[in-house]
Structures are given as C-alpha cells and as structure tokens.
C-alpha cells in the first residue's frame, strides 16, 4: 500500500485540548484589532528578509532537550527546531513524509517501510542513514509514552542504508500519526547518540533541523543558531512539512515566568515573539499599532471527577453536576469573548469530519438546575462538602472553577475551592485522593485517542467498556471501519461522564509587527519565520 492510498486513514482527527480552530485552519493572525482569517502563516510578502535575531519571550524552560522521554510542552516546542522525525503534519494535519522520501504499508498493516531521504546531514556532518533510524525509533518504543502504551512488541529494522522497516506485532491504525506527533517526538538522532546515552535521556542534542543548539544557559535562555548544512524538503512549506528554512541567524528563548514581564518586553521590543498571553490581555496586544495577536488551537477544557474514591464514584452524582452545567456561562468567564473559544459537545472540531462526532450531545450544556437537583436525590446527596481543586497559575481554570462552584451552590450543593499553585496541585491530584472535581485544560493533540486521561490515572475513571472501544478504534483496519466506535466512545463519555467537556479554547501569541511567516501546529514552529526589524 503506497502513501498515496486511502488518505482518509491518515487524516488527523484534530482533537482538541486546549484550543480549538474555529476558522477551519491550524492558526490565524491579527494585525492590530483587525483579522486576517484562517490563514497559515503571517508571511504575506513576496520578499523574505534572512538574517538577523529572535527572541522569543518563553514561559518556561524544558527539563531536558531528548524529545523520546518527555512529554512536556517546552521540550516539544524546542526540540521540534533541532531534530525531525521520518513523517509530520502538513497544514490540514495529514501526515507527510519528511526525512522519509516515501513510505509503503504492507497489506496486512503489520509493515512499515520508509525510504530515506539522501544526503541529509546531522548538526555533526554525519549523513543520515538507516542505522539512525533504527536506533532512534526502537529507542523511543521502549522509552517514550507512545511507545511503551502503542508499540509493545514493534522493532524497527534496517534493509539497507536508506530503507527501515517498522514492524508491528498487531496492526495500528494510528501508527503514523504517532510517529508524527511532536510531543513525545519519534525524533531521530546519529546512532551514536543513542548508543552513549541511558534511559534518562541523550547528553548530545544534535539532529537534522534547520536550527542546532549553541548554548543552553539554565534558567535565562536557550540559543539556537542556523544550521548552514540544512538539507530541505524541495516542496512548498506545508504546515510542519515541505521546504523549512531558517531565516534567522540566531534563535533565542528567553524563560520569563512572569506573563507581564513577557507583555513588557513584546511591547518594548526586547522580545519579537511572546507566548502563552491571557485572553484577558489580547486587547492590550491588538490595539497596540506595532503588536499582533495570533490565535492558534490549544486545545480541550473539561473538569474532571474522581470516579474512584469518595462522592463521585456515584454516577448519578457525576450527571448531576453535568447537568446543571451552563457552557456559555463558563466559557464566557474563562475566555471573554467567542473568538477566544469553540463551543461543542465533540472532542473534536467539525473542521476533522473523520472524528467528529455529535454523539450524545443533548447532554451537553444541559444548564438544567431541576433535572440537576432531581439527580443530587437520586444519588443519595446529603450536604456532603465537594472539594473542588484548582491553581490560579492558569486563569482559564481558575475561572470555571469559580463558575462550577457557583452553579453547584444554586441547586444546593456545598461547595469547597482549595487553590493551590500548580505543581502542588499536580502533586495532590496525582495522589488520586482529598479531591473531588478539578477543571483542566489538556494541550491541543493530534488524535482524541493520545489524550492521557484515558489511561485511568489517579482517580479518573476505569471502565471496562471504554477500554474495549479504544482497543476497536485502535485496531480498526480504517477511519471509516472506526466511526462506529468513535460515535460509541462520544456517547459513552456523555452517559458515564468521567469529565464533562466544557468546548475548546485558542491560545494567544503576541508578536512583533515585523515578524512574518510565524504558524502554530500543534505548538509554535520559528522555521520559516521572518524578522524584518532593521
């Protein structure tokens, strides 16, 4: 089966955690307050300036740069500069090839083979061969998240020096769009790389990427310099695909916790790129004549209940609280004004039609305090206080969590907010105990299937039917064999609740006026972005 074949099996079910795309593409830009649509990038010119500095004004630094073990946000958006994996994401989120020439399927989905690109050089000088591959894809099955959860008995195995297949044990059917997901990246690194470094992680970040590492100074920046042996795909930039280019010289993180300073330092023009700005404080950023915002997808925002201790492991007690919950009420309080969120009973967003499903969504939004109250005395409620857990250090949550406690206090529900900061929140929550309800955010992924809830962490739910509709969607032969499933997982998650979906949310990046070319899949990407301050 060539890569051409059946691209509906390949299509990505844009599924959202923390930030849905309501214009139908992956980001769009604003100049000032004015919009300028669903389109791609910000690069509008014919002309592109190179050379020069970026700085970009980063909220937090990453805990290593191996992008096998982590699944931290700030190693992806990093990491993602410096190395490449063999397939990735064009603009609609299909998978594409990328230091893979080609790739086929074997009949029986059991067989991978990619045929590498030539000539492609490491930060080293080395040529990219099979030998990395190899040593780079088996070392991320047995260490990365993906791979210990979805490749359990997988080998990658060189055929010759431009040719690796990847064996599975049981067929996948999200076997590339894994393979081309950033965060844990299938990142490929010289065999010799892997070879010197233990479980964990790499001590050498060297990859094939438009940009290499120059200096990681800890707690004030990372430096990344132009790759000048950058071996680029000859199509046109597609998203995380086709041509990438750097076109700046140099590359900078600056790690500034504090969103203020980082306001201060876009505004001053200490930085040319901000990220992670609240929508509280998108209108300082648009009415600003040398800013512009820039939406991109987050992803899905819920809250959460402990299925498996205390009050909520009833039930009626979860669709109680489901029941009298008022999304635009939430969604109104969290993000302000509609441009800033998506409401929808789906996982994923109508643009993904493959994975989009309207399955039980009369339970959604229901903001029926009677039927909310009629459920409470079904479940036997009887002024039992509800812990409700949640952080101030991401405003989005806070303020659901401030609406939930007030919805449940209108039909009677005692109600306590303890607020913490947030790695202690994650502490507490991972104890699975002395909590009853927290909201969350979960980043914007690629399929509905790699969200981690599903796995039955501490306090979330352990349900044997839901675990037997992942195991069909994973291993059916097609998207198209897997609707069945999916709409049956949709309306599971509605009836059982083990969360209740709040919508989708977009996620706010100031830049510069002079920066063009910047996009945003799954995360920010700085290749092919322009600086055109003299």
Not at 86 to 112: H, M
């Amino acid at each position: 089966m060539k890569n051409h074949i059946k691209p509906a099996l390949f299509v990505i079910l844009a599924f959202i955690i923390l930030t849905g795309c309501a214009s139908g593409g992956q980001s769009e830009g604003k100049q000032g307050a004015s919009s300028a649509g669903g389109s791609q990038s910000t690069q509008t010119g014919e002309s592109v300036k190179t050379g020069g500095t970026l700085n970009v004004g980063y909220p937090t630094q990453p805990v290593t740069l191996d992008a096998h073990v982590s699944s931290n946000t700030a190693v992806k958006d990093i990491s993602r500069e410096i190395y490449e994996q063999l397939v990735t994401l064009d603009k609609d989120a299909q998978v594409i090839p990328l230091l893979a020439e080609s790739y086929e399927i074997s009949e029986d989905q059991l067989s991978y083979t990619f045929h590498l690109r030539q000539g492609v050089k490491f930060h080293n000088g080395k040529e990219l061969q099979a030998e990395d591959v190899v040593a780079s894809l088996n070392r991320w099955i047995k260490l990365s998240s993906h791979g210990k959860a979805n490749f359990v008995g997988a080998v990658a195995k060189e055929i010759d020096p431009y040719t690796v297949v990847l064996q599975l044990k049981t067929p996948f059917l999200l076997t590339l769009q894994l393979l081309a997901d950033p965060i844990p990246a299938a990142a490929i690194y010289p065999k010799e790389v892997v070879d010197g470094a233990d479980d964990k992680g790499i001590t050498s970040f060297i990859g094939t990427g438009p940009f290499q590492l120059e200096e990681w100074k800890q707690d004030q920046y990372i430096h990344l310099k132009k790759f000048d042996d950058y071996t680029a795909r000859t199509e046109p930039s597609d998203g995380a695909g086709g041509k990438k280019e750097a076109l700046v010289d140099d590359l900078y993180f600056r790690f500034v916790t504090d969103e203020s300073t980082r306001l201060a330092g876009i505004t001053s023009g200490e930085y040319d790129i901000a990220l992670n700005i609240s929508v509280d404080n998108e209108q300082q950023i648009a009415s600003n004549p040398d800013l512009q915002t820039f939406l991109s997808p987050g992803g899905m925002i819920g809250y959460f209940y402990n299925s498996n201790e205390g009050l909520f492991k009833n039930i009626k007690l979860r669709q109680a609280v489901n029941a009298v919950q008022n999304a635009d009420d939430i969604l109104t309080s969290a993000f302000r004004d509609p441009q800033f969120y998506v409401k929808t009973s789906s996982m994923v967003l109508p643009e993904y039609p493959n994975w989009y499903s309207e399955a039980g969504k009369e339970h959604y939004s229901q903001a029926n305090a009677e039927k909310a109250k009629q459920l409470l005395q079904e479940a036997g409620y009887n002024g039992e206080e509800i812990k409700i857990f949640t952080t101030r250090d991401y405003v989005d949550q806070y303020n659901v969590a401030v609406v939930l406690q007030q919805e449940l206090e209108s039909i009677g529900v005692k109600v306590k907010l303890d607020v913490y900061d947030w790695p202690t929140l994650q502490e507490k929550l991972g104890t699975g105990t002395g909590w009853d309800i927290y909201p969350m955010s979960y980043a914007f992924r690629p399929t509905f299937y790699q969200y981690s809830f599903w796995g039955g962490g501490p306090g979330l739910l352990k349900n044997e039917k839901l675990s037997e509709l992942l195991q069909g969607i994973r291993t059916s032969a097609s998207v198209e064999d897997a609707r069945p499933l999916i709409d049956e997982l949709q309306q599971l998650v509605w009836t059982e609740v083990p969360f209740s979906q709040i919508g989708h949310t977009k996620q706010v990046t100031a830049l510069s006026k002079n920066i063009s070319g910047f996009q945003n899949i799954l995360g920010p990407i700085f290749w092919n972005t322009t600086n055109n301050k003299e």
